[in-house]
């Protein structure tokens, strides 16, 4: 990895820094978490770090977010003093992040436990958009209150001991910058290399690929959620087959030496759903119907003479999109 800019110096630490992070050791806390959508990471590069709602608002950039929440969510942040703060969770196993799991593609952001001991920081004993009852603190009492079984064991179905407590969160001003990035996790190694061509050549922190952090409890299964877990584009040329490299961002063909592009996605849903590869100028469709409950190898060819000299190919799994190739076609 090549080293990350530092940025702004780091905030004012809390009078009881030592005290809150002796507290998140002895509770085998090592990362926090932060889920964002994989659209996201581009924006995230530009702004060197994770910033707050009111931040992005600020910065006339809030219009080009995906968010994690639901319009709902979204107004009781508004309301109840969350729009300038950067949420983060003390394990990625919460019920909230699994209901976007199934329907986003998202990755898991792993940030240095010691942003909590900064000044300001907020720690909610349940969900900060929670209206129930008061809450949260400040502090040493703040992270004290955290139902750090509940946490550990991941509970996920409603009513269960532990399903509110487990959604805590550790609430930090502003912004919380890049170099505070321990890594970012990916579902899948396409989703990895997806993120890769998102991000670019700028420095980043290390790119992960870590199913065991998506599913409903921390294990080494395969993840039960929908997951592009491999795409190969090969150029079908008059010398032979040439494969594109996925880590690159752009795939340049010629339309005299290449007649067709092979496509060949390996995706998985827990349930049947509908995967598209999609011709991003034209809004030519490929569509495939997922099996439920296990991996389904989708294959489409497409002429060349169907693309523009400057075109996307994009693979969606229901609504959400998990690949963007950028296709320039010469002469």
Same mark, same amino acid.
């Given at each position: ?6 940025g ?25 978490f932060?889920?964002?959508a994989?659209?996201n ?18 910065a ?7 968010p ?9 942040d ?8 950067v949420?983060?969770n ?8 699994w209901k ?23 720690f909610?004993r ?12 400040y ?9 750090f ?9 409603r ?9 805590? #969160?550790? +609430? *930090?001003p502003d912004?919380?910058? @890049? /170099?505070?990035?321990?890594?970012? !996790? ?6 990895r290399l ?10 980043h922190p290390?790119?992960?690929v870590?199913?065991?952090l998506?599913?409903?409890?921390a294990s ?12 190969r584009?090969?150029?079908v ?11 690159r #961002?752009? +795939? *340049?063909i010629?339309r005299?030496e @290449? /007649?067709?592009?092979?496509?060949? !996605?390996?995706?998985y849903?827990?349930?049947?759903k509908?995967?598209c590869?999609r ?13 439920e409950?296990?991996y ?36």
């Open positions: 990895m090549r080293s990350l800019s530092v702004s110096p780091s905030p004012p630490i809390h009078p009881q820094a030592d005290e809150i992070l002796a507290k998140l050791r002895r509770e085998n806390i090592d990362n926090l932060h889920f964002t994989v659209s990471l581009p924006l995230i590069r530009h702004l060197g770090g994770l910033c707050s709602k009111e931040r992005l608002e600020n006339k950039c809030w219009a080009s977010v995906e994690n929440a639901d319009d709902l969510s979204l107004r009781l508004s309301q109840l003093g969350n729009w300038n703060k949420a983060l003390l394990t990625p196993h919460t019920p909230f992040a976007r799991k199934l329907t986003s593609h998202i990755c898991y952001i792993l940030v240095d436990p010691s942003v909590a001991a900064w000044q300001g920081v907020e909610a349940l969900n900060a958009a929670r209206t129930q009852e008061p809450h949260r603190d502090g040493l009492r703040g992270v004290s209150s955290f139902d079984e509940a946490i550990r064991s991941a509970p996920h179905e009513g269960t001991p532990g399903y509110d407590t487990v959604q805590a #969160e550790i +609430l *930090v912004k919380i910058s @890049v /170099k505070y990035f321990r890594s970012i !996790a990916f579902i899948s190694e396409a989703s997806e993120a890769q061509r998102a991000w670019g050549d700028a420095p290390p790119f992960l870590r199913p065991h998506f599913d409903v409890l080494k299964s395969p993840p039960r959620l929908p997951n592009l877990a491999d795409l584009i090969t150029a040329s008059l010398k032979g087959g040439q494969r594109w490299d996925p880590t #961002e752009q +795939l *340049v010629r005299g @290449v /007649k067709w592009l092979n496509v060949g !996605a390996r995706v849903t827990p349930e049947e509908k995967a590869a011709l991003a100028r034209s809004g030519r469709e490929y569509v495939c119907q997922l099996k409950g296990q389904t190898d989708h294959y489409v060819r497409v002429e060349v003479s169907d693309l523009f000299a400057e075109d996307r190919f994009e693979y969606y799994i229901g609504d959400a999109k998990w690949a963007t190739v950028a296709i320039t076609v010469t002469d």
